[in-house]
């Protein structure tokens, strides 16, 4: 009974201690003026607590609903890693906003000097350079993976290169080649003239690369912006089972680069071509953007995703049945 009583006094000496350093916050110095022992003692004691399994930490987020959606979008996805933000409801534009600037830090967390980034259009990737607040400069590169549509700021591929490389302090090398080529002899052509070569050659060995996953079935969705031919059909494309674009190529529900005859003119690397990219992160919001990612994820296109948490909740609702076919 005597050594079970030591034993007993052992542990509420121990549990004390623990109890004063991490419930009530007191340094190990000020746990052992409290309990009037040396300093030395109370770390054997902390040290025996953490040996017998006494503590156990556990770390909670107030926005504990979108880590788990991270947690499942990691895992049904097939991602290494996912950021999620909170929609604002009623303003999809600030929800982009949110969603760049959360991807504007993984880059940030992710970027060393003398990395090469390279870059599509689009509203989210715009969003990120708009967004984007680096602490320091940065020597990197920036390059498109896309020619260029001037008219308007997101799809100038270009334009926003050049803000990036300004943001981070580094240099950007431009794509003087229009997106679309008149034919595919004429997209070959473009791009074996060496300043068009040395940038895709760049692009295809980035350290990052920052893509947007476009809706082509929306109202107002970017993808008409990019194009030549304004009355192109939407109702043909769902037919051939078409739902996003991905590097302004158009792809499938399943994930694979679509049969038809604009993605032959691109100007542009395919998914394939940027594969060994150390990070490839997808930037999106919005609803109209659910299907595209559900392709791109059914693609293997990406390594990372930043997103909305409405969006988010959809892609996932969208996997589900996949996951359970499979």
């Not at 895992?75 to 534009?93: H, R, W, Y």
């Not at 302090?169 to 068009?196: I, N, Y």
């Not at 008409?224 to 109702?235: E, F, T, V």
């Amino acid at each position: 009974m005597a050594e079970s009583k030591e034993d007993f006094e052992a542990i509420r000496q121990i549990y004390t201690v623990l109890m004063l350093h991490f419930v009530e916050g007191m340094t190990q110095a000020e746990s052992a003026t409290r309990m009037n022992l040396s300093p030395s003692k109370v770390n054997r004691l902390i040290a025996q607590g953490r040996k017998l399994g006494m503590v156990r930490i556990s770390i909670e987020s107030p926005f504990q609903t979108l880590v788990e959606l991270e947690r499942k979008l990691t895992t049904i996805g097939g991602l290494a890693d996912a950021v999620v933000t909170p929609t604002v409801f009623g303003s999809q534009e600030t929800t982009l906003q949110q969603v760049g600037r959360a991807a504007g830090n993984q880059l940030l967390e992710l970027l060393r000097d003398g990395d090469v980034i390279a870059i599509t259009g689009g509203r989210s990737v715009s969003a990120l350079v708009e967004n984007l607040q680096p602490e320091r400069r940065f020597d990197v590169t920036v390059v498109p993976l896309t020619g260029g549509v001037q008219g308007k700021f997101y799809t100038d591929v270009n334009h926003l290169a050049s803000r990036l490389a300004d943001r981070l302090g580094g240099r950007a090398m431009l794509l003087h080649a229009p997106l679309f080529a008149e034919s595919t002899a004429q997209r070959d052509l473009l791009k074996e003239m060496a300043p068009v070569r040395e940038v895709f050659d760049l692009a295809r060995r980035a350290a990052i690369a920052l893509v947007g996953v476009g809706s082509i079935l929306a109202a107002g969705s970017s993808y008409y912006d990019l194009q030549p031919l304004p009355d192109l059909d939407r109702d043909e494309l769902v037919r051939k089972g078409i739902c996003g674009e991905y590097l302004a190529h158009l792809v499938g529900a399943d994930g694979s680069i679509a049969d038809h005859p604009l993605n032959e003119r691109l100007v542009a690397l395919t998914p394939g071509e940027i594969a060994q990219c150390r990070r490839i992160i997808g930037i999106a919001a919005g609803p109209a953007k659910v299907m595209p990612i559900r392709a791109a994820l059914r693609g293997r296109f990406l390594h990372s995703l930043v997103i909305d948490e409405e969006t988010a909740t959809s892609v996932l609702e969208a996997l589900e049945p996949v996951r359970n076919v499979a």
